[in-house]
């Protein structure tokens, strides 16, 4: 059973625009979110999270949106460049463990 | 050290034989986690390490699979017996105490294992 879900595999941006990438989960326990980058050959590194107490959080372009009746977040990339292309995954604390998503590969072209 | 590190970067072994992997997380961390991702799949859960024991052991794929922590630091994961199922990118990542503080997660660049 997969409890964070990434449905879109990958989003094509044009330089300058607004990528915006989603992710559901099932589980109404969760309460803490995070999403990482990864680049191809290298680990994932930490973008931004958000507290379920929340339902924004914002580090300079990237912004955290959670909607936690629908059991979503969202992340805002604003203005997308073309650095910014790698795979998010969204994640979640579960009992012990980070429960990741699939992975959404995001490309910004000129 | 500054970062988690991994090694070895690279791995290519015959189908049967035994691999080990290391991880050293970075100093002061507890809890030690490994993942993998084969191609084109998402980061799949292995084994949890809090200091020395692994409360979750849930997501080693079958019993070839092992893993251990000593001094609260360094961890290595075995595979004995390699199938060219096994062969995905291993990554390792530490934490200060896990779930408790909602922390982030710090991954290492991985170990790509290659099954041949």
């Known amino acids: 059973d997969q409890q964070v879900k990434q449905n879109s595999p990958s989003l094509s941006v044009q330089e300058g625009r607004i990528s915006i990438l989603n992710c559901d989960y099932t589980n109404s326990m969760f309460d803490y979110f995070l999403w990482y980058k990864k680049y191809p050959a290298e680990g994932p590194t930490f973008l931004i999270s958000?507290?379920?107490?929340?339902d924004k959080n914002e580090d300079g372009r990237f912004t955290v949106f959670l909607n936690k009746s629908a059991k979503h977040l969202s992340l805002h990339i604003v203005p997308s460049q073309p650095g910014d292309s790698a795979v998010y995954f969204c994640a979640s604390w579960g009992t012990d463990k980070l429960i990741f998503g699939t992975g959404t590969r995001l490309q910004v072209f000129p | 050290g500054a970062g988690v590190s991994q090694s070895p970067s690279n791995k290519v072994t015959e189908k049967g034989k035994d691999v080990e992997l290391r991880c050293d997380p970075i100093s002061g961390h507890t809890a030690l986690y490994w993942y993998r991702q084969s191609l084109g799949q998402g980061l799949e859960f292995l084994i949890y390490f809090q200091g020395n024991s692994a409360p979750d052991k849930s997501g080693l794929p079958s019993d070839r699979f092992s893993a251990e922590r000593t001094g609260g630091s360094v961890s290595t994961l075995t595979i004995q017996r390699t199938q060219q199922e096994d062969s995905a990118v291993y990554l390792c990542?530490?934490?200060?105490?896990?779930?408790?503080?909602?922390?982030?997660?710090?991954f290492g660049q991985g170990t790509r294992l290659t099954v041949v």
């Open positions: 990542a530490s934490s200060l105490t896990g779930t408790l503080r909602k922390a982030e997660a710090f």
């Open positions: 958000i507290s379920s107490i929340k």
